[in-house]
Nanobody, 123 residues
């Protein structure tokens, strides 16, 4: 199973980035997908999650209204559109896959993880 995250980079505050995560080795449409992030010296935190068909999405309060998670099951890819970025959004962003989606804010419930992509927001 491989989760390949991409799209990170350096952006000024107020800017936008779109992260992508391509998934292979599993039936993508059977997996609940999540995005998490980890900043230096901080614990990993939940960012967003999306159900198997994309009909339901979940967001951390700190990104609600700024970030949008989506998926394309035909392309085996999940996306994270990030707008109005702030310096405190700087972190390594990870995509993750969970077969059951029962505890979507909890990283421990996800079976598979990508390698992470760095997002740096300058002030």
């Amino acid at each position: 199973v491989q989760l390949q995250a991409s799209g990170g980079g350096l952006v000024q505050a107020g800017g936008s980035l779109r992260l992508s995560c391509g998934v292979s080795g599993v039936t993508f449409s059977r997996y609940f997908m999540g995005w998490f992030r980890q900043a230096p010296g901080k614990e990993r935190e939940f960012v967003a999650a999306i159900s198997w068909t994309g009909s339901t999405t979940y967001y951390a309060d700190i990104v609600k209204g700024r970030f949008t998670i989506s998926r394309d099951n035909a392309k085996n890819t999940v996306y994270l559109q990030m707008n109005s970025l702030k310096p405190e959004d700087t972190a390594v962003y990870y995509c993750s896959a969970d077969r059951y989606g029962r505890s979507w804010p909890q990283g421990a419930s996800y079976e598979y993880w990508g390698q992470g992509t760095q997002v740096t927001v300058s002030s």
